[in-house]
T-cell receptor
């Protein structure tokens, strides 16, 4: 069974910092890995999808890397802004599509 | 584009009542799924479907029933609501499916908040 761990569980930083969010998983036989953002009281919004043949994917200030051999993915957020405050979840696919419990990020002005 | 649409957004039930949460997608996605999200527990998969007429159980299926008569719709039925089913429910869909694994980008609805008294 796929197990997913996200570290740190919570993070509070001043605006402008570069951030690193970590996701580790136990089953490396994955097709792809997806990063999501969830705002309070809202659904999940897809941020980045990394196919298993890729090592990284970029969208604006976000960059996600994937290392299947070590069972890890990292989400980099450059020049963080208060609008980045949300919970970030990773989901490596398995037959049951298990999610991590997320990293709760707060960026203060 | 509508994407994934869930109704109702809010619902209050009494213990023992039954109800159906509706989920519809207009992206011709094969894979559809239902999750529940509880504080401290993260997202847990209830049921999923890889096409019309095909459904399977997820991590926490007890007390829930699903069917997939069309590609677009995937309703979740609570047979006899219990306070333990108080939660936020999310429906999600994806285009890709291979060898029992979702391979596509997963899209979520806005959620349905259910309270069982």
């Amino acid at each position: 069974k796929q197990e997913v761990t996200q570290i740190p569980a919570a993070l509070s930083v001043p605006e402008g910092e570069n951030l690193v969010l970590n996701c580790s998983f136990t089953d490396s036989a994955i097709y792809n890995l997806q990063w999501f953002r969830q705002d309070p009281g809202k659904g999940l919004t897809s941020l980045l999808l990394i196919q298993s043949s890729q090592r990284e994917q970029t969208s604006g200030r976000l960059n996600a890397s994937l290392d299947k051999s070590s069972g890890r993915s990292t989400l980099y957020i450059a020049a963080s802004q208060p609008g980045d405050s949300a919970t970030y979840l990773c989901a490596p696919p398995s037959d049951k599509l298990i999610f991590g419990t997320g990293t709760r990020l707060q960026v203060f002005p | 584009n509508a994407g994934v649409t869930q109704t109702p957004k809010f619902q209050v039930l009494k213990t023992g009542q039954s109800m159906t949460l509706q989920c519809a997608q207009d992206m011709n996605h094969e894979y559809m799924s239902w999750y529940r999200q509880d504080p401290g527990m993260g997202l847990r998969l209830i049921h999923y479907s890889v096409g019309a007429g095909i459904t399977d159980q997820g991590e926490v299926p007890n007390g829930y029933n699903v069917s997939r008569s069309t590609t677009e719709d995937f309703p979740l039925r609570l047979l006899s609501a219990a306070p333990s089913q108080t939660s936020v429910y999310f429906c999600a869909s994806s285009l890709g499916w291979a060898s029992g694994v979702n391979t596509g980008e997963l899209f979520f609805g806005e959620g349905s908040r259910l309270t069982v008294l």
